[in-house]
């Protein structure tokens, strides 16, 4: 009896589910369906929980191997998207004011210490703190060195293309129709690409003479050089193969910028982020109406896929794993991938009002634009890369550092890589507050090395005839209340004495722009202060809606600048931090 209990309880389940199927493919075919398929699927994503995500928990740890001319930067957009509003910390070149590439720079475990911007919130130089998030930037992969630097638990991502169709785009790319028609300037434009490929060797080789090493390594098996492996070893194709198996277990994913929406929602299931996150407009791509690439033939081809051996056996092997992983992500792969492309459209309706091209270096490429009404999510959604990138740098490198201070995290202000953490300078001409140079041979205090930052007080001219008091005033942006603390360090020099300069912290009523700055410390004539850095931790009660200012003033009519072993200035400032008065651990230095 029990049994067939069960028996029927099966067959009745099994005759819901084909009656559930058929009447779901026939309402989809209705108008009716069509017309509120974007309310039916809000609805149904609210109140079904088998329609709801799986749960699971968004990783923020990424390293993503930029490979060149694949699609790289578009996805690369996608990351530093999600970097800036999660506040994760990426690897960047310090040296590096625009883009934060690494390049071909080899990558050892002491990297970050030589080359690195530091993470978010990090002292500079405190090289154990030196994690990232996330990588996004062109970077050669190694992986046991990454794996010092990186996050416990990242996953590892790049991006590839078909090398018949990219050989031809770093072709455009790197100009070397020019560099053939210099052999043979009868030729079109549109006929370089053949004759390159009549004599790759040779014009390989013209490739190193007259654009340099680097160039020649950008312009033949790149996606493979990118990914680690030197291109000695490119025509052996025994070597080729074991890298390629060594990529396959040490990669999670690797992406086809040939089938791109199909890649996102791969990385989108990876990584367990939401819709939002993998939505991007394309970048760094040729406009149609500049679009000079040939009509690639089937000879053409083979004979890229032949000079360009080793990336052609990488993307078949990838070609290979990237559909069993989409055969692997289940029966929801079609309809996700709808939804993805629909919430793309959408997405770029909504915030992009038109395109445009932009000739830069050269080269031309499209930008988006957009009315000045739109969210802040479509800013970031149509930002140029490396404005994202130039986010990033300055969230790292904003002169603010995190240190304990009686076990509690404080930010502090280092003034590294030259940032003002948002200090305000006024200052007259002839004598102000700056950032110092190689010249000033005093050890900076975030760092302890001579290659931090610190302001100085300072002559801009190497002599002034003004009379009376010059006061150059740096102001902390922050408005305190109540009982504080302000910590900082300071440096006088000898020459500071003889020019009677004085430096001074002060509160300014930011409610009051012309009350006088009431002074709670100065220091001009302390002879144990001269030539080292000096700690105070100064206690001020009763603060009302006040700005703390730092004066350094000088009264002389007699040359400013007076050459020593420390440079040119009076005074030095660094590691400021205003606390709550109960963390004034140092006594404050008594007024002199």
Same mark, same amino acid.
């Given at each position: 009896?029990?049994?067939?209990?069960?028996?029927?309880?099966?067959?009745?389940?099994?005759?819901?589910?084909?009656?559930?199927?058929?009447?779901?493919?026939?309402?989809?075919? #209705?108008?009716?369906?069509?017309?509120?398929?974007?309310?039916?699927?809000?609805?149904?994503?609210?109140?079904?929980?088998?329609?709801?995500?799986?749960? /699971?928990?968004?990783?923020?740890?990424?390293?993503?191997?930029?490979?060149?001319?694949?699609?790289?930067?578009?996805?690369?957009?996608?990351?530093?998207?999600?970097?800036?509003?999660?506040?994760?910390?990426?690897?960047?070149?310090? #040296?590096?004011?625009?883009?934060?590439?690494?390049?071909?720079?080899?990558?050892?475990?002491?990297?970050?210490?030589?080359?690195?911007?530091?993470?978010?919130?990090?002292?500079?130089?405190?090289? *154990?703190?030196?994690?990232?998030?996330?990588?996004?930037?062109?970077?050669?992969? &190694?992986?046991?060195?990454?794996?010092?630097?990186?996050?416990?638990?990242?996953?590892?991502?790049?991006?590839?293309?078909?090398? /018949?169709?990219?050989?031809?785009?770093?072709?455009?790319?790197?100009?070397?129709?020019?560099?053939?028609?210099?052999?043979?300037?009868?030729?079109?434009?549109?006929?370089?690409?053949?004759?390159?490929?009549?004599?790759?060797?040779?014009?390989?080789?013209?490739?190193?003479?007259?654009?340099?090493?680097?160039? %020649?390594?950008?312009?033949?098996?790149?996606?493979?050089?990118?990914?680690?492996?030197?291109?000695?070893?490119?025509?052996?194709?025994?070597?080729?193969?074991?890298?390629?198996?060594?990529?396959?277990? *040490?990669?999670?994913?690797?992406?086809?910028?040939?089938?791109?929406?199909?890649?996102?929602?791969?990385?989108?299931?990876?990584?367990?982020?939401?819709?939002?996150?993998?939505?991007?407009?394309?970048?760094?791509?040729?406009?149609?109406?500049? !679009?000079?690439?040939?009509?690639?033939?089937?000879?053409?081809? &083979?004979?890229?896929?032949?000079?360009?051996?080793? !990336?052609?056996?990488?993307?078949?092997?990838?070609?290979?794993?990237?559909?069993?992983?989409?055969?692997?992500?289940?029966?929801?792969?079609?309809?996700?991938?709808?939804?993805?492309?629909?919430?793309?459209?959408?997405?770029?309706?909504?915030?992009?009002?038109?395109?445009?091209?932009?000739?830069?270096?050269?080269?031309?490429?499209?930008?988006?634009?957009?009315?000045?009404?739109?969210?802040?999510?479509?800013?970031?959604?149509?930002?140029?890369? +490396?404005?994202?990138?130039?986010?990033?740098?300055?969230?790292?490198?904003?002169?603010?550092?995190?240190?304990?201070?009686?076990?509690?995290?404080?930010?502090? /202000?280092?003034?590294?890589?030259?940032?003002?953490?948002?200090?305000?300078?006024?200052?007259?001409?002839?004598?102000?507050?700056?950032?110092?140079?190689?010249? #000033?041979?005093?050890?900076?205090? #975030?760092?302890?090395?001579?290659?931090?930052?610190?302001?100085?007080?300072?002559?801009?001219?190497?002599?002034?005839?003004?009379?009376?008091? &010059?006061?150059?005033?740096?102001?902390?942006?922050?408005?305190?209340?109540?009982?504080?603390?302000?910590?900082?360090?300071?440096?006088?020099? +000898?020459?500071?004495?003889?020019?009677?300069?004085?430096?001074?912290?002060?509160?300014? &009523?930011?409610?009051?722009?012309?009350?006088?700055? *009431?002074?709670?410390?100065?220091?001009?004539?302390?002879?144990?202060?001269?030539?080292?850095? +000096?700690?105070?931790?100064?206690?001020?009660?009763?603060?009302?809606?006040?700005?703390?200012?730092?004066?350094?003033?000088?009264?002389?009519?007699?040359?400013? %600048?007076?050459?020593?072993?420390?440079?040119?200035?009076?005074?030095?400032?660094?590691?400021?931090?205003?606390?709550?008065?109960?963390?004034?651990?140092?006594?404050?230095?008594?007024?002199?």
């Amino acid at each position: 009896m029990a049994t067939r209990r069960k028996l029927l309880l099966l067959s009745l389940v099994f005759v819901t589910i084909i009656y559930i199927a058929v009447v779901t493919w026939e309402v989809e075919r #209705t108008p009716l369906y069509s017309s509120f398929k974007s309310v039916f699927k809000l609805t149904l994503h609210n109140i079904l929980p088998w329609d709801k995500a799986p749960a /699971c928990k968004p990783i923020d740890n990424v390293c993503f191997i930029k490979t060149r001319k694949t699609g790289s930067t578009t996805l690369s957009s996608v990351l530093n998207r999600y970097a800036i509003t999660r506040n994760l910390s990426i690897g960047l070149l310090k #040296t590096s004011a625009i883009s934060g590439h690494f390049n071909v720079m080899p990558i050892r475990e002491d990297s970050p210490k030589k080359l690195f911007l530091p993470p978010r919130n990090v002292k500079p130089g405190d090289w *154990e703190k030196y994690k990232y998030n996330m990588m996004t930037v062109h970077v050669r992969y &190694n992986r046991s060195s990454f794996e010092t630097f990186m996050n416990p638990g990242t996953k590892y991502i790049s991006i590839l293309r078909e090398p /018949c169709s990219h050989f031809e785009s770093d072709f455009v790319f790197y100009k070397l129709p020019s560099l053939v028609m210099g052999v043979k300037p009868e030729l079109r434009f549109a006929d370089t690409l053949e004759e390159y490929l009549r004599a790759p060797k040779f014009y390989w080789e013209r490739t190193r003479k007259k654009l340099g090493q680097t160039m %020649a390594k950008f312009t033949r098996n790149v996606q493979i050089f990118d990914l680690g492996l030197d291109h000695a070893y490119h025509n052996d194709t025994g070597v080729v193969q074991d890298y390629i198996k060594k990529l396959q277990y *040490e990669f999670d994913l690797i992406l086809l910028v040939d089938y791109f929406d199909e890649s996102m929602l791969l990385l989108k299931k990876l990584l367990c982020w939401d819709w939002q996150d993998v939505l991007y407009v394309s970048r760094n791509m040729r406009p149609k109406d500049t !679009d000079q690439r040939a009509n690639l033939s089937t000879s053409m081809c &083979n004979k890229i896929h032949s000079w360009n051996n080793a !990336d052609f056996l990488l993307y078949q092997t990838f070609n290979r794993t990237f559909w069993k992983r989409v055969a692997e992500y289940g029966p929801s792969f079609e309809r996700d991938l709808a939804e993805l492309k629909e919430r793309r459209i959408e997405q770029t309706d909504r915030c992009v009002s038109n395109s445009s091209t932009r000739k830069l270096s050269g080269r031309y490429e499209v930008i988006y634009n957009t009315n000045s009404s739109m969210v802040d999510i479509c800013k970031l959604f149509i930002q140029y890369n +490396n404005d994202l990138i130039g986010m990033l740098r300055r969230q790292q490198s904003s002169g603010f550092h995190t240190d304990v201070i009686l076990g509690l995290n404080h930010s502090v /202000c280092g003034f590294e890589f030259q940032e003002s953490c948002g200090f305000k300078n006024n200052s007259p001409i002839g004598y102000k507050w700056s950032y110092n140079s190689h010249k #000033t041979k005093v050890n900076d205090v #975030t760092t302890g090395t001579l290659f931090g930052t610190f302001m100085v007080a300072t002559s801009s001219v190497k002599s002034t005839n003004q009379s009376g008091k &010059n006061t150059a005033s740096l102001t902390i942006p922050n408005i305190v209340n109540g009982d504080v603390c302000v910590g900082f360090h300071y440096y006088m020099t +000898n020459a500071s004495s003889s020019r009677k300069s004085t430096l001074q912290v002060c509160l300014k &009523n930011a409610r009051k722009s012309r009350s006088p700055c *009431e002074v709670k410390w100065r220091n001009s004539k302390d002879p144990g202060a001269y030539g080292k850095w +000096n700690h105070v931790s100064l206690p001020i009660k009763h603060v009302d809606s006040s700005k703390v200012v730092f004066q350094a003033e000088t009264n002389v009519k007699t040359p400013i %600048a007076v050459k020593g072993k420390e440079g040119d200035f009076d005074f030095a400032l660094d590691d400021v931090v205003v606390l709550r008065d109960s963390l004034c651990h140092v006594n404050s230095e008594p007024q002199t």
